[in-house]
């Protein structure tokens, strides 16, 4: 049974680095062909892409959030984390965590998400 | 980057009314996907590789298309299908999801 929950640290000011974990059980991020991926969320609005790790620890980000994208995993411990720096009000989203992998269907199983506020 | 244009963004069927949605690619892709997102809950894997169903979708669902043109199809409205649908392509990064259908029941 594949799941994903993911935590972060709910509130954060406006310049901080957002640390998001994706915590994963079923699969593991060793396995040829997997992959973890973070898609963000704003309330009412649409899925955006951010970011994703493959097994053999090669790394997308999505050119929009520039060079403030840095995602690592933990493969021992089943983790994956994503870190956004310098947030702003516009990062206030449900981040979510999602299992991929190469061939079949791409975020095949997602994590509840975790909403996160940029706030002063 | 690849640009997904969906239409409607906004939609209401009847129980038993066919419903198609269409997502329409700034630049060709190899394949669309489809998720399925009820309110307060995170989206589901629908459709994949253009036309195959996820597990336990139901077969009224089907999927179509090529190139830069997909649509999705209900042959016939059932109420738990009212939800927000998204395309996805991951054909190229940045990997881009429209912008949404929502289908309420009407």
């Known amino acids: 049974q594949v799941t994903l929950k993911e935590s972060g640290p709910g509130i954060l000011q406006p310049s901080q680095t957002l640390s998001l974990t994706c915590t994963f059980s079923?699969?593991?991020?060793?396995?040829?062909?997997?992959?973890v991926g973070w898609i963000r969320q704003p309330s009412g609005k649409g899925l955006e892409w951010l970011a994703n790790?493959?097994?053999?620890?090669?790394?997308y980000y999505n050119p929009s959030l520039k060079n403030r994208l840095t995602i690592s995993k933990d493969t021992s411990n089943n983790q994956a984390f994503l870190k956004i720096t310098n947030v702003d009000t516009a990062d206030t989203a449900t981040y979510y965590c999602a299992r991929l992998h190469t061939t079949g269907i791409p975020f095949d199983y997602w994590g509840q998400g975790v909403m996160v506020t940029v706030s002063s | 980057e690849i640009v997904l244009t969906q239409s409607p963004t906004t939609m209401a069927a009847s129980p038993g009314e066919k419903v198609t949605i269409t997502c329409r690619a700034s630049s060709s892709v190899s394949y669309m996907y489809w998720y399925q997102q009820k309110s307060g809950a995170s989206p589901k894997p629908w459709i994949y590789?253009?036309?195959k169903l996820a597990s336990g979708v139901p077969d009224r669902f089907s999927g179509s298309g090529s190139g830069t043109s997909y649509s999705f199809t209900i042959s016939s409205m059932e109420t738990e299908d009212a939800a927000t649908y998204y395309c996805h392509q991951w054909s190229s990064t940045p990997w881009t999801f429209g912008g949404g259908t929502k289908l309420e029941l009407k």
């Open positions: 790790i493959w097994w053999d620890d090669d790394k």
């Open positions: 079923g699969f593991s991020l060793s396995t040829y062909g997997m992959g």
């Open positions: 590789e253009t036309s």
